[in-house]
């Protein structure tokens, strides 16, 4: 026997309302968890204004060590109280930084070809002049986009003497 269009419409009304109320319930329990975390990261941020607080108050009195000692923390640990992270001022990783280039002049990069290198016209380039390729001659081969396998390659003119000097003011 076939069902009616009513008792199929009733059918799926009951299916959708087990679904909506699923959907709520699984909605307020995460909305709860999120408002008790939210309200457990003000507390927590309280605590460590006060542990920052009695640690400075501490330190007046004693070294971070003896306090440590007193406490039975790790020296570390008593100074991420004062809002460190218990290892001290750190610079940062500098590897590969420079403020002025090896060529010592700033603003100015330096020589990577040895002096009197040939220019890719064939002319000898003078120490610390500029010398570019001509388009189409010499230079770095850079893959085509339009290559199917990297098999094209399109030439990049290079700078091989580094920038000319600055002028002397």
Do not use: C, H, Y
Not at 23 to 29: I, M
Not at 117 to 127: E, K
Not at 144 to 161: F, K, M, R
């Amino acid at each position: 026997m076939a069902s009616s269009a009513e008792q199929i419409r009733e059918r799926v009304r009951r299916a959708d309302e087990a679904r909506i109320a699923a959907r709520a319930a699984a909605a307020a329990d995460a909305d709860r968890i999120a408002a008790e975390r939210d309200a457990t990261r003000v507390r927590l941020a309280q605590l460590d204004q006060e542990l920052g607080a009695a640690a400075l108050q501490a330190l007046k009195l004693m070294a971070p060590e003896e306090l440590a000692e007193f406490t039975d923390r790790p020296v570390r640990e008593v100074r991420e109280w004062l809002g460190g992270d218990g290892r001290g001022a750190r610079r940062g990783n500098t590897a590969g930084r420079r403020r002025t280039p090896r060529g010592g002049r700033s603003g100015v990069a330096a020589s990577s070809a040895p002096s009197g290198s040939t220019a890719p016209s064939g002319s000898t380039a003078p120490s610390g002049s500029t010398a570019v390729p001509p388009p189409g001659e010499g230079g770095a081969a850079v893959p085509d986009e339009g290559g199917a396998s990297g098999d094209t390659a399109v030439p990049v003119p290079t700078i091989a003497a580094g920038l000319a000097p600055a002028s002397a003011s």
